[in-house]
């Protein structure tokens, strides 16, 4: 039997053409004439009752009966893959006298209804196991179709590859599905993430909106109920795609979202992956409520430009990777710079800031009398608490310096060009928050963990003029300031350990600051030449 896919129609519509084709059995050591698969020289397979499968723009693809198959030279392995009207394919791989082809065939064991004819056959990769077929079997023909019979396609040309950003490009393609008389109602398109705090990014599109909202799930989404009994957990985990049509009286309603959408009303629900170039598993759900759902032919268009499309959503996301990283790593405004081509040796400017560092006091005698995983957990929540305050109110933290913290607060400036720049007396008075929130949490950690060493720590503020740039060899930069003025706020924050007072700044940050500040004398700082006023809070 022939099983067509006649491109005459839609893609995807299936006609089913009977026709015989001779070829050998298994048994025997020389088959005649016929459809046979060998590698390495030895006979896998031979059968008088093979199918062909013809697609859109695709090579004839050859099924052999697995009875016909000899399967102990086959090991199924984990891989999985899904094509909307056919369903989710297994592989296995071939080993024979000591060769072996990975994934070299295919087989779908529980079809779609559309593709049922296929059940009880496995496919081989023609490029992995070689075939012989008689002229008649049609294997050998193309079936190729012009490159604009997808009318998808041809938005996929034209205009997405224009999208600003992934929200637009989903937004985009739900109207260019509705526009050519897809019954679509919802969308949702996950895509995990590379970040600390973000498992994945979720784009979800409703027809009755025609917009897309987008929420960034954390990585404990992975072991909530919500997840792990949606049709996306497997998926993700490569166990291939989900087709449930939800209209009739035989409904498979096997997870609770197709509860909730059979509730509601909906005839059919579609949930596929697509990949990126890196392997990654990212899904694309689509429901419909139009009596009878999507058509094959809808499916098969959909399905034909994923792979292209999913490469638009990927470089979206490595650039949406990249600015989180680099927010992560180096800063926002770092960040934005490195993004933005400075990272060449020597690449910065001279900037006017608010200059904070702070220091963990006796962190050496706490690495000694702690064992490591305890000693870290001790230093984040030192970090925790300053860390946090110095982001919430609007500073920079530019490195971590082992148990230290060096951020800026910028001040803006005619020739400045420092993202979220302010005066000089908001800049302050932003820093001195930061200080009491940070002096704030870290008495509260101290009071919630009485078993743990009390964290004590001081704080120096300076004003001044420092080189915001790349620093370090070519092969290893690192963005920073740096000058004489930060090397000031690291020596006013040495003296709150001699005077005993957590949070010192100078006489320039008293200048600038529009609050009450206590004076607490001229010192002498390392390093720096002449006495040096310095003040605390009051």
């Known amino acids: 039997m022939r099983i067509r896919y006649n491109r005459g129609l839609p893609a995807g519509v299936a006609q089913l053409v009977e026709q015989r084709i001779r070829n050998a059995k298994v048994e025997g050591s020389t088959p005649s004439t016929g459809t046979t698969a060998t590698f390495n020289g030895t006979l896998i397979a031979a059968t008088t009752r093979a199918l062909v499968l013809h697609e859109t723009r695709l090579r004839p693809t050859l099924y052999i009966p697995w009875s016909d198959v000899r399967a102990k030279f086959l090991t199924k392995t984990d891989h999985r893959t899904h094509c909307p009207f056919k369903g989710n394919a297994s592989y296995w791989s071939i080993e024979v006298n000591g060769a072996r082809a990975d994934n070299a065939a295919w087989a779908y064991e529980e079809p779609s209804e559309d593709a049922a004819a296929i059940q009880g056959y496995v496919s081989f990769y023609p490029d992995k196991v070689s075939h012989e077929y008689d002229e008649e079997s049609g294997v050998a023909a193309q079936n190729v179709d012009s490159p604009h019979a997808n009318p998808i396609a041809g938005w996929l040309l034209r205009e997405a590859w224009q999208a600003p950003a992934p929200d637009r ?11 050519n008389r897809v019954p679509l109602a919802r969308m949702t398109v996950i895509i995990p993430t590379l970040h600390p705090q973000v498992f994945a990014s979720v784009f979800v599109w409703r027809e009755d909106e025609r917009s897309v909202r987008t929420i960034f799930e954390p990585h404990d989404i992975l072991h909530q109920p ?22 009739g009286n035989d409904v498979q309603l096997d997870f609770p979202v197709l509860q ?50 999913g490469r638009i959503f990927e470089v979206h996301a490595q650039r949406r990777i990249s600015v989180s990283l680099l927010d992560t790593y ?29 220091d963990l006091r006796n962190s050496t005698q706490l690495a000694g009398s702690m064992d490591q ?91 001044g003029d420092v080189t915001y740039g790349n620093i370090g060899i070519p092969e290893r930069l690192q963005f920073t300031v740096i000058g004489s003025a930060a090397n000031e706020a690291s020596r006013i924050e040495g003296m709150t350990k001699e005077i005993g007072i957590p949070v010192l700044v100078s006489s320039k940050f008293a200048a600038s600051y529009p609050g009450e500040l206590v004076p607490k004398g001229a010192h002498a700082l390392k390093g720096v030449s002449g006495l040096h006023d310095l003040y605390a809070l009051e």
Not at 282 to 293: I, K, L
Not at 396 to 415: C, K, N, R, T, W
Request: neutral net charge; charged residues 20%.
């Open 260 to 309: 909730d959408l059979h509730a509601e009303g909906a005839t059919d629900y579609v949930a596929m992956p697509f990949r990126f170039s890196d392997g990654q598993i990212n899904v694309m759900s689509m429901t419909s409520f139009a009596p009878g759902g999507f058509t094959t032919a809808h499916l098969g268009n959909i399905y034909e430009v994923m792979p292209p499309l």
């Open 226 to 247: 919500k997840f792990a009994k949606s049709p996306f957990a497997p998926i993700i985990k490569g166990a291939g795609g989900v087709r449930r049509r939800l209209e």
């Open 330 to 358: 180096l800063g926002h405004n770092s960040g934005k710079r490195v993004l933005a081509g400075e990272i060449k040796l020597g690449d910065g400017q001279c900037i006017h800031a608010v200059i904070w560092f702070c």
């Open 373 to 463: 995983a305890s000693y870290l957990m001790n230093l984040n929540r030192f970090f925790t608490a300053m860390a946090g305050a110095i982001i919430e109110s609007g500073g920079e933290i530019l490195s971590y310096i082992g148990d230290a913290v060096l951020a800026i607060f910028p001040i803006a400036q005619a020739d400045t060009l420092v993202d979220g720049g302010m005066d000089a007396a908001e800049a302050s008075r932003r820093a001195i928050a930061a200080a009491t929130i940070a002096g704030e949490r870290i008495a509260k950690a101290n009071e919630m963990r009485p078993d743990l060493p009390t964290l004590r720590y001081g704080i120096g503020l300076h004003i």
């Open 169 to 179: 490009l989903v937004e985009q393609f739900c109207d260019c599905l509705l526009r």
